[in-house]
């Protein structure tokens, strides 16, 4: 059986492949470089240009990290106004709060915010209906809220 005859590839197509196993796989650049047909020299200086390895970290962030990521940050955000500034928070570091509660919207479909906001509506309700069931369900809110930060 004899081979299919591709047409030679141009070196913005090589490029555009070696750039795509870059990024789909763990494969060195030599190895890149060997399957398309350039030098590992080539592949390196591409790599270099486009900030392939950037892209590559960037793209596998994932949004629970990312998420994970902006919880910590409002943490140490609210450790920084309760032990420096008595709890009362500069215009900076409430500026900071501000966009760390935006990123944590943004990554998470349904916040810790918005979870909190519902149970107090819901403890609100049940403390006036069921009063004895009350601290038994703030724990399991705890819980709840601990669970999803992690």
Not at 69 to 89: F, S
Request: aromatic share 8%.
């Amino acid at each position: 059986m004899t081979s299919p005859n591709f047409a030679p590839m141009t070196n913005r197509e090589k490029k555009i492949l070696a750039q795509t196993l870059f990024m789909a796989g763990n494969l060195t650049r030599k190895a890149i470089a060997a399957m398309i047909g350039v030098t590992e020299k080539t592949v390196g200086s591409w790599a270099d240009e486009g900030n392939w390895e950037d892209i590559r970290k960037i793209s596998r962030v994932t949004r629970g990290e990312l998420l994970r990521e902006a919880y910590a940050q409002l943490a140490r955000i609210n450790r920084k106004i309760t032990a420096e500034m008595g709890g009362i928070p500069d215009k900076v570091m409430s500026d900071a709060k501000a966009q760390a509660l935006r990123e944590i919207e943004a990554f998470d479909e349904r916040s810790l915010q918005t979870y909190a906001d519902c149970f107090e509506d819901f403890s609100s309700w049940l403390m006036r209906v069921e009063p004895k069931h009350g601290p038994m369900f703030s724990q399991l809110l705890m819980r709840f809220l601990d669970f999803k930060m992690k």
